[in-house]
Protein backbone atom coordinates (compact mmCIF):
# COMPACT_ATOMS: atom_id res chain seq x y z
CA UNK A 1 0.00 0.00 0.00
CA UNK A 2 1.48 3.22 -0.85
CA UNK A 3 1.86 6.03 1.49
CA UNK A 4 -0.68 8.31 -0.96
CA UNK A 5 -3.28 5.60 -0.72
CA UNK A 6 -3.05 4.61 3.10
CA UNK A 7 -2.39 5.19 6.37
CA UNK A 8 -1.65 2.03 8.58
CA UNK A 9 -3.15 3.83 11.30
CA UNK A 10 -1.97 0.74 13.93
CA UNK A 11 2.02 1.12 12.61
CA UNK A 12 4.20 -1.55 13.39
CA UNK A 13 5.02 -1.20 17.38
CA UNK A 14 6.21 -4.31 19.20
CA UNK A 15 2.15 -4.08 20.45
CA UNK A 16 0.85 -4.42 16.84
CA UNK A 17 3.17 -6.76 15.88
CA UNK A 18 2.53 -9.28 18.89
CA UNK A 19 -1.18 -9.14 17.69
CA UNK A 20 -0.26 -9.51 14.52
CA UNK A 21 2.12 -12.70 15.31
CA UNK A 22 -0.74 -14.66 17.02
CA UNK A 23 -2.94 -14.69 13.50
CA UNK A 24 -3.00 -18.01 11.92
CA UNK A 25 -4.70 -19.55 8.73
CA UNK A 26 -6.56 -21.07 10.88
CA UNK A 27 -8.07 -18.26 13.13
CA UNK A 28 -7.93 -15.71 10.02
CA UNK A 29 -8.26 -17.49 7.18
CA UNK A 30 -10.62 -20.22 7.38
CA UNK A 31 -12.98 -19.20 4.84
CA UNK A 32 -10.11 -20.07 1.98
CA UNK A 33 -8.35 -23.09 3.72
CA UNK A 34 -11.29 -25.71 1.98
CA UNK A 35 -11.10 -23.52 -1.41
CA UNK A 36 -7.15 -24.23 -1.62
CA UNK A 37 -5.03 -26.79 -3.10
CA UNK A 38 -1.37 -27.72 -3.37
CA UNK A 39 0.45 -26.53 -5.91
CA UNK A 40 -1.60 -23.17 -6.83
CA UNK A 41 -0.02 -19.76 -7.03
CA UNK A 42 -0.83 -17.19 -4.11
CA UNK A 43 -0.71 -13.58 -3.69
CA UNK A 44 -0.64 -12.34 -0.21
CA UNK A 45 -1.34 -8.29 -0.03
CA UNK A 46 -0.59 -6.87 2.96
CA UNK A 47 1.62 -9.77 4.76
CA UNK A 48 2.64 -7.95 7.75
CA UNK A 49 4.81 -10.87 9.77
CA UNK A 50 3.85 -13.72 7.59
CA UNK A 51 2.27 -16.17 9.91
CA UNK A 52 -0.95 -16.50 7.99
CA UNK A 53 1.51 -16.21 4.94
CA UNK A 54 3.67 -19.46 6.57
CA UNK A 55 0.18 -21.28 6.99
CA UNK A 56 -0.83 -20.73 3.48
CA UNK A 57 2.17 -21.66 1.80
CA UNK A 58 2.17 -24.62 3.93
CA UNK A 59 -0.98 -25.46 2.36
CA UNK A 60 -0.42 -24.69 -1.72
CA UNK A 61 3.38 -26.11 -1.54
CA UNK A 62 4.44 -26.53 -4.25
CA UNK A 63 2.29 -23.69 -5.31
CA UNK A 64 4.45 -20.52 -4.77
CA UNK A 65 3.49 -17.54 -2.24
CA UNK A 66 4.20 -14.25 -3.44
CA UNK A 67 3.70 -12.38 -0.25
CA UNK A 68 3.43 -8.01 -0.17
CA UNK A 69 3.56 -5.34 2.39
CA UNK A 70 4.15 -1.15 1.93
CA UNK A 71 6.46 -1.72 4.93
CA UNK A 72 10.20 -2.86 3.80
CA UNK A 73 11.29 -3.43 7.95
CA UNK A 74 7.69 -6.32 8.62
CA UNK A 75 9.26 -8.14 5.18
CA UNK A 76 12.34 -8.62 7.03
CA UNK A 77 10.73 -10.32 9.78
CA UNK A 78 8.58 -11.99 7.46
CA UNK A 79 11.40 -13.36 5.56
CA UNK A 80 13.07 -14.63 8.65
CA UNK A 81 9.93 -16.60 9.30
CA UNK A 82 9.67 -18.24 6.28
CA UNK A 83 13.22 -19.32 6.66
CA UNK A 84 12.57 -20.79 10.37
CA UNK A 85 9.66 -22.79 9.12
CA UNK A 86 11.91 -24.03 6.39
CA UNK A 87 9.60 -22.71 3.77
CA UNK A 88 10.80 -22.08 0.41
CA UNK A 89 8.38 -21.61 -1.55
CA UNK A 90 7.80 -18.04 -0.03
CA UNK A 91 8.77 -14.97 -1.92
CA UNK A 92 8.32 -11.27 -0.59
CA UNK A 93 8.18 -8.07 -1.88
CA UNK A 94 6.96 -4.22 -1.21
CA UNK A 95 4.37 -3.38 -3.34
CA UNK A 96 1.13 -1.07 -3.54
CA UNK A 97 -2.09 -3.11 -3.23
CA UNK A 98 -3.24 -0.16 -5.61
CA UNK A 99 -0.72 -0.91 -8.40
CA UNK A 100 0.47 -4.25 -8.30
CA UNK A 101 3.85 -4.95 -9.97
CA UNK A 102 2.53 -8.21 -11.77
CA UNK A 103 0.59 -8.68 -15.22
CA UNK A 104 -2.72 -9.76 -15.60
CA UNK A 105 -4.18 -12.88 -14.57
CA UNK A 106 -0.44 -13.97 -12.85
CA UNK A 107 -1.87 -15.70 -9.72
CA UNK A 108 -4.47 -18.51 -8.61
CA UNK A 109 -5.46 -17.06 -5.58
CA UNK A 110 -5.06 -13.48 -4.35
CA UNK A 111 -5.53 -13.09 -0.20
CA UNK A 112 -5.66 -9.77 1.76
CA UNK A 113 -6.19 -9.98 5.74
CA UNK A 114 -7.24 -6.61 7.33
CA UNK A 115 -6.16 -4.93 4.54
CA UNK A 116 -9.24 -3.08 3.16
CA UNK A 117 -10.33 -1.11 5.99
CA UNK A 118 -7.36 0.82 6.25
CA UNK A 119 -7.09 1.98 2.27
CA UNK A 120 -8.77 5.20 1.08
CA UNK A 121 -10.04 3.43 -2.20
CA UNK A 122 -11.02 -0.46 -1.28
CA UNK A 123 -13.17 -0.76 -4.53
CA UNK A 124 -9.85 0.48 -6.47
CA UNK A 125 -7.96 -1.94 -4.23
CA UNK A 126 -10.39 -5.15 -4.90
CA UNK A 127 -9.83 -4.10 -9.25
CA UNK A 128 -6.62 -4.84 -9.09
CA UNK A 129 -6.25 -7.90 -6.70
CA UNK A 130 -9.02 -8.88 -10.08
CA UNK A 131 -6.82 -8.02 -12.41
CA UNK A 132 -4.38 -10.01 -11.19
CA UNK A 133 -5.94 -13.12 -10.38
CA UNK A 134 -6.59 -15.96 -12.90
CA UNK A 135 -10.04 -15.98 -14.80
CA UNK A 136 -10.79 -19.19 -12.62
CA UNK A 137 -9.41 -17.66 -9.45
CA UNK A 138 -10.33 -16.54 -6.40
CA UNK A 139 -10.63 -12.89 -4.85
CA UNK A 140 -10.36 -13.17 -0.59
CA UNK A 141 -10.12 -10.64 0.98
CA UNK A 142 -11.42 -10.64 5.74
CA UNK A 143 -11.92 -7.57 7.57
CA UNK A 144 -12.68 -6.59 11.13
CA UNK A 145 -15.86 -4.31 11.72
CA UNK A 146 -15.17 -2.29 14.18
CA UNK A 147 -18.80 -1.06 14.64
CA UNK A 148 -19.80 -4.46 15.69
CA UNK A 149 -17.29 -4.95 18.59
CA UNK A 150 -18.68 -5.39 21.35
CA UNK A 151 -17.40 -7.01 25.21
CA UNK A 152 -18.79 -7.61 28.80
CA UNK A 153 -18.38 -5.51 31.76
CA UNK A 154 -19.54 -2.58 30.12
CA UNK A 155 -16.75 -0.18 30.27
CA UNK A 156 -17.04 2.80 29.35
CA UNK A 157 -13.06 3.80 28.58
CA UNK A 158 -13.73 1.08 25.80
CA UNK A 159 -16.68 2.73 24.41
CA UNK A 160 -14.38 5.91 24.07
CA UNK A 161 -11.34 3.76 23.19
CA UNK A 162 -13.90 2.30 20.11
CA UNK A 163 -15.07 6.10 19.41
CA UNK A 164 -11.82 7.52 19.47
CA UNK A 165 -10.33 4.87 17.01
CA UNK A 166 -13.17 5.43 14.07
CA UNK A 167 -12.56 8.99 14.52
CA UNK A 168 -9.15 8.62 13.81
CA UNK A 169 -9.51 5.68 11.26
CA UNK A 170 -11.23 7.54 9.42
CA UNK A 171 -8.88 10.92 9.56
CA UNK A 172 -6.81 8.81 8.08
CA UNK A 173 -8.32 8.10 4.72
CA UNK A 174 -10.01 4.30 6.13
CA UNK A 175 -12.82 2.42 6.69
CA UNK A 176 -12.83 0.99 10.40
CA UNK A 177 -15.97 -0.54 9.75
CA UNK A 178 -14.87 -2.49 6.58
CA UNK A 179 -16.18 -6.17 7.59
CA UNK A 180 -19.99 -5.42 6.90
CA UNK A 181 -18.83 -3.23 3.50
CA UNK A 182 -16.96 -6.24 1.73
CA UNK A 183 -19.52 -7.66 -0.32
CA UNK A 184 -20.69 -4.24 -1.36
CA UNK A 185 -16.95 -2.94 -2.32
CA UNK A 186 -16.81 -6.61 -4.03
CA UNK A 187 -20.07 -5.64 -6.40
CA UNK A 188 -18.82 -2.28 -6.87
CA UNK A 189 -15.13 -3.61 -8.04
CA UNK A 190 -17.14 -6.01 -10.54
CA UNK A 191 -17.02 -9.14 -9.12
CA UNK A 192 -20.38 -11.08 -9.74
CA UNK A 193 -19.60 -14.79 -8.56
CA UNK A 194 -19.14 -13.87 -4.39
CA UNK A 195 -19.51 -15.65 -1.59
CA UNK A 196 -20.04 -13.09 1.33
CA UNK A 197 -19.80 -15.04 4.86
CA UNK A 198 -18.48 -13.64 8.63
CA UNK A 199 -16.89 -14.66 11.62
CA UNK A 200 -15.56 -13.73 14.90
CA UNK A 201 -12.64 -13.37 17.07
CA UNK A 202 -13.28 -14.36 20.79
CA UNK A 203 -11.04 -13.63 24.36
CA UNK A 204 -12.60 -14.84 26.81
CA UNK A 205 -10.42 -16.75 28.71
CA UNK A 206 -7.87 -15.74 31.59
CA UNK A 207 -4.93 -15.76 29.17
CA UNK A 208 -6.70 -14.46 26.33
CA UNK A 209 -7.83 -11.45 28.30
CA UNK A 210 -4.54 -11.10 29.96
CA UNK A 211 -3.42 -10.77 26.37
CA UNK A 212 -5.61 -9.10 24.35
CA UNK A 213 -6.03 -5.85 27.16
CA UNK A 214 -2.22 -6.02 27.52
CA UNK A 215 -1.36 -5.31 24.08
CA UNK A 216 -3.95 -2.95 23.46
CA UNK A 217 -3.76 -0.91 26.71
CA UNK A 218 0.31 -0.78 25.07
CA UNK A 219 -1.00 0.27 21.59
CA UNK A 220 -2.80 2.74 22.61
CA UNK A 221 -0.39 4.99 24.72
CA UNK A 222 2.65 4.07 22.73
CA UNK A 223 1.84 2.92 19.09
CA UNK A 224 1.10 5.44 15.64
CA UNK A 225 -2.35 5.02 16.41
CA UNK A 226 -1.76 7.06 19.97
CA UNK A 227 0.65 9.46 17.59
CA UNK A 228 -2.28 9.73 15.18
CA UNK A 229 -4.44 10.25 17.82
CA UNK A 230 -2.96 13.19 19.47
CA UNK A 231 -1.26 15.10 16.55
CA UNK A 232 -4.73 15.41 14.93
CA UNK A 233 -6.13 16.91 18.00
CA UNK A 234 -8.65 14.07 18.81
CA UNK A 235 -7.49 12.81 22.13
CA UNK A 236 -4.89 14.21 24.77
CA UNK A 237 -1.94 12.26 26.42
CA UNK A 238 -4.19 11.99 29.53
CA UNK A 239 -7.28 10.66 27.69
CA UNK A 240 -5.05 8.28 25.92
CA UNK A 241 -3.62 6.84 29.82
CA UNK A 242 -7.25 6.89 31.06
CA UNK A 243 -7.81 4.58 27.63
CA UNK A 244 -4.75 2.54 28.47
CA UNK A 245 -6.00 2.05 31.88
CA UNK A 246 -9.68 0.85 30.89
CA UNK A 247 -8.03 -1.73 28.96
CA UNK A 248 -6.28 -3.27 31.81
CA UNK A 249 -9.83 -2.70 33.89
CA UNK A 250 -11.44 -4.94 31.56
CA UNK A 251 -8.66 -7.51 31.23
CA UNK A 252 -8.92 -7.56 34.91
CA UNK A 253 -12.90 -8.89 34.87
CA UNK A 254 -12.84 -12.36 35.83
CA UNK A 255 -15.97 -12.83 33.80
CA UNK A 256 -14.48 -10.57 30.56
CA UNK A 257 -15.58 -11.12 27.05
CA UNK A 258 -14.56 -9.37 24.02
CA UNK A 259 -15.56 -10.30 20.32
CA UNK A 260 -14.53 -8.81 16.95
CA UNK A 261 -16.99 -9.69 13.95
CA UNK A 262 -15.42 -10.02 10.90
CA UNK A 263 -16.67 -10.14 7.03
CA UNK A 264 -15.28 -12.62 4.49
CA UNK A 265 -16.02 -12.35 0.49
CA UNK A 266 -14.50 -14.99 -1.61
CA UNK A 267 -14.77 -13.87 -5.37
CA UNK A 268 -14.67 -15.35 -8.61
CA UNK A 269 -13.01 -12.85 -11.69
Given at each position: MAEENAVYTHGHHASVLRSHRWRTAGNSAAYLIE???????????GCGPATITADLAALV???VVT????????LEEAGRLAAERGLDNVEFAVADVHALPYPD?????VHAHQVLQHVTDPVGALREMRRVCAADGIVAA?????AAMTWYPATPGLDEWLSLYRRVARANGGEPDA??????WAQQAGFRDITSTGSVWCFSTP???AWWSETWSERVVRSAFAERAMSGGHATRDDLERLSDAWRAWGAAEDGWF???HGEISCRP
Open positions: RLRPGVSLLDVAPGAVDAAPDVETFDVRDADYGRRLLSDDRTIL
